[in-house]
């Protein structure tokens, strides 16, 4: 339960924030939306007349040095999240860090290293992780209900319009793997319950941006393989779908659900679609954070997770430009 609200900064005004998170903080219980900063203080003002937001900073590190924000949100372009994460827990916030946790496995144990001498708390903003059709998922699979997993595949794709967009700044650790691929290794992870030994990659460069902008690619585990495809260049999917030695699960519209959710189980000949209640998926993770920060619970996820996440990224992105299987 938590006993009092946590004062929440955001650090820039992103797209994402302002159609996503924001609203889903609004709504979230425990979270007070306190400030917002930005390098154009005009721009920020108005995000903060929309959303009642009572606090406005001309610059990052304005609100990071006020001491009525408890926790920070980060949704700053990829190449820029370590940098202001480590900012942010140097200044004594806890951090809510949009994926990728970072550019690189460098960066990821930098922050890693900063939460651990800091104290404070930090997460990778997975948000399609405290959803309840996915923990229904993982709890079949525990219960052995498709019996052992032994294949994943996901898919999380889009088609981009070609146009200045951050997604396409190499510079920026743009491309679709760090952008949506992610998703796919995020729930590879999830499903099997550990982390893969090797991965194999191919990509499509884009001669102009230089950014990976359709993907496929293997991840190796001990007990089977998950296989994904990513990229902004085929239009909108996103699902996955597990099999077991018994049976398997599928899930469409895995990581953004649509109002009414549902999988499906196929097991012992019988086929089965179990539906779920449609919470704002975002709103769970800034509970989650907030609620660990008020009661001193421990994180579900923390930085170790990212840190995991990170290396099987760069180790595909390695993959992809070699064209060799990479250990993770």
């Keep these: 339960m938590i006993e009092r609200n ?15 998170a924001i609203p889903a903080m609004k709504l ?60 942010t827990l ?63 595949h996901s898919a999380f794709t889009f088609v981009l319009s070609r146009h200045e967009n951050v997604r396409l700044n190499r510079d920026m650790a743009g491309g679709g793997l760090m952008d949506v691929g992610v998703y796919c290794v995020s729930a590879s992870r999830f499903l099997f319950d550990a982390e893969p030994h090797h991965v194999f990659c191919r990509a499509d460069f884009d001669p102009e941006f230089g950014v990976d902008m359709l993907a496929c690619g293997i991840l190796e585990f001990e007990k089977g393989y998950a296989t994904f495809d990513t990229g902004f260049t085929v239009p909108f999917r996103c699902e996955y779908e597990v099999v077991g030695d018994k049976g398997r699960i599928i899930v469409p519209n895995a990581f953004l659900p649509t109002e009414q959710p549902f999988i499906i189980i196929s097991s012992n000949g019988k086929r089965d679609r179990e539906t779920f209640p449609s919470p704002n998926q ?46 993770v």
């Excluded at 946590?6 to 996503?20: D, K, P, Q, S, T």
């Excluded at 900063?37 to 990052?60: L, T």
């Excluded at 769970?284 to 996440?309: I, M, P, R």
């Design 6 to 20: 946590i004062r929440w900064g955001v650090l820039g005004c992103a797209n994402f924030a302002h159609e996503r």
């Design 282 to 327: 975002w709103s769970l993770e800034f509970e989650h954070l907030s609620e660990c920060l008020a009661t001193g619970n421990s994180l579900e996820y923390d930085a170790t997770d990212a840190v995991k996440q990170q290396k099987v990224m760069n180790a595909l992105l390695n993959a992809a430009r070699s064209g060799e299987r990479e250990a």
């Design 90 to 152: 140097e200044a004594g916030k806890h951090c809510l860090t949009e994926k990728p946790f970072a550019a690189t496995v460098a960066e990821a144990e930098a922050v890693a290293e900063t939460a651990q001498r800091t104290g404070k708390l930090v997460m990778e903003a997975f948000m399609w992780r405290f959803h309840p059709m996915h923990r229904r998922v993982r709890h079949l699979i525990r219960d052995g209900a498709i019996g052992t997993v032994r294949l994943v």
């Design 28 to 87: 979230a219980k425990g979270v007070e939306v306190t400030g917002i900063a930005s390098r154009s203080k005009e721009k920020a003002q108005k995000f903060a007349d929309e959303f009642a937001i009572p606090k406005v900073y001309g610059s990052y590190e304005e609100m990071l040095a006020d001491p009525e924000i408890d926790a920070v949100y980060n949704p700053l372009p990829n190449g820029l999240h370590a940098e202001w994460t480590i900012k």
